[in-house]
């Protein structure tokens, strides 16, 4: 079983939409969050990190629930500058090798 | 401001070459890490160092030597790669093991 489980997508969602990606994780011994958000052919650049109590920037809610382990992350009011591949991060608490990457969810806001 | 910087941006080198890939933080991240990444496909961890030593090395073939010179630079040496090695190799930094890891842009690799 993977340590943690992404709809690869793509979504495909008109300008102003609300969309949600989930991501499922399988240790229960993690201990951090993250969504990340990719442009193609560009690096993975930090959007937020997701907290116990969830947390908002903006239009983007990121939500945990730690007792059906998973994280969420909610667009709200989707543009064009959103369409991009979004990769949730799970931190385990111990191990050199501690970072495990969803596959990814492909997302195009379409006009 | 953090900023991971990796040079060069594009590689193309043949399979019979000897090339390096470098990468510099100067955020104080005491932990570097080496990833390839393939069209579609997550981030692969390839090596991790931590305060300068190698901590991981997830099975890299030997033709991919890691090295950290000191606690700001890291390379990938190159050498007798295969076409199947043409990828985007991504430079990573963070403070510490629980900590947001952060990408440099990237060298797009192609072996021909």
């Known amino acids: 079983r993977k340590e943690v489980e992404q709809d690869p997508g793509p979504f495909n969602v008109p300008e102003g939409a609300t969309v949600a990606f989930n991501c499922t994780y399988s240790?229960?011994?993690?201990?951090?969050f993250f969504w990340y958000r990719q442009d193609c052919r560009k690096e993975p650049k930090l959007l937020m990190s997701v907290y116990s109590s969830g947390n908002e920037d903006g239009r983007f809610t990121a939500q945990l629930n730690r007792a059906s382990q998973y994280i969420s992350l909610l667009i709200r009011d989707s543009k064009l500058s959103d369409s991009a591949t979004y990769l949730c991060?799970?931190?385990?608490?111990?191990?050199?090798?501690?970072?495990?990457f969803g596959t990814g969810t492909r997302l195009t806001v379409i006009p | 401001d953090t900023e991971v910087t990796q040079t060069p941006k594009h590689l193309v080198m043949g399979m019979t070459n000897k090339k390096s890939l470098k990468c510099e933080q100067h955020m104080g991240h005491r932990a570097m890490y080496w990833y390839k990444q393939k069209a579609k496909k997550p981030p692969e961890l390839m090596f991790v160092y931590s305060y300068e030593k190698l901590s991981i090395n997830e099975s890299v073939p030997s033709r991919f030597s890691p090295e950290c010179p000191n606690s700001s630079l890291l390379n990938l040496h190159l050498h007798a790669l295969q076409p199947e090695d043409s990828a985007l190799y991504l430079c990573a930094s963070r403070p510490g093991v629980g900590n947001t890891i952060y990408f440099g842009e990237g060298s797009w690799l192609t072996v021909v």
């Open positions: 240790n229960s011994a993690s201990q951090s």
């Open positions: 991060v799970v931190n385990l608490q111990t191990g050199a090798n501690n970072l495990f």
